[in-house]
Structure formats: C-alpha cells, structure tokens
Nanobody, 120 residues
Framework: QVQLVESGGGSVQAGGSLRLSCAAS????????MGWFRQAPGKERERVVT????????YYADSVKGRFAISQDKAKNTLYLKMNSLKPEDTAIYYC?????????????WGQGTQVTVSS
C-alpha cells in the first residue's frame, strides 16, 4: 500500500504563489506515475499535472502551463507543485495521486486533499 499526505494549501490573492507538497510512504517503489488533480465546487475532478517518476516526463493541463511546475524529491519521497500567477479559477481542493501503471492507468492511491483559495 501507498499513503499520500498533502500539505501547503491556503488562501492567496490573485497573482500570488503557493507550493503544495505530497509526502508518500509505504510501498513507494511500486509507483510509476504521480500527479496533482483538483476539484472545484460543482465541477468534476480534473488532472492538473503528472510526472513519470522514473523518467521525469511531465504532462500539464493547458490551463496551468507556464504557471505551475511539478517536481519530485526522490530521497524524501515527496512530490511538489509550485503554483505561480494564481487565478481565482484555480480555487479548488487539490489532490495528490499515485499510479502503479503509467500516467494513463488507474490512479489507485489518493491523498486527503488540500484546499487552495484564490481571491480576486
């Protein structure tokens, strides 16, 4: 099993920055891909960014390209999401997720989520 714990959410004004962290524990060697998803009130959960843990290959949703950056610290088993130039439409609960079977596979592990609120 893999456990994921997010931290770093909060409230910020538009144009500001936040950094989210996701600490992974357990059988982390099984993880092939990790990512950040978000869900805004009344909307479906959407994939924001993913990273292949072995190669570092990334995917960014168009809505965050150039503003968000994913990174990983393998020694600490921690995933990060640096969010710059935040917009009110970035307001959502952000979830860290991990997959054993590529970034297109089933996301079998999820964190509890962390709230990000961006005010105009």
């Amino acid at each position: 099993q893999v456990q994921l714990v997010e931290s770093g959410g909060g409230s910020v004004q538009a144009g500001g920055s936040l950094r989210l962290s996701c600490a992974a524990s357990g059988y982390t060697y099984m993880i092939d891909c990790m990512g950040w998803f978000r869900q805004a009130p009344g909307k479906e959960r959407e994939r924001v960014v993913t990273i292949v843990t072995g190669t570092g290959g990334t995917y960014y949703a168009d809505s965050v390209k150039g503003r968000f950056a994913i990174s990983q610290d393998k020694a600490k088993n921690t995933l990060y999401l640096k969010m710059n130039s935040l917009k009110p439409e970035d307001t959502a609960i952000y979830y860290c997720a991990a997959s054993r079977f590529t970034c297109s596979g089933s996301w079998g592990y999820w964190g509890q989520g962390t709230q990000v609120t961006v005010s105009s």
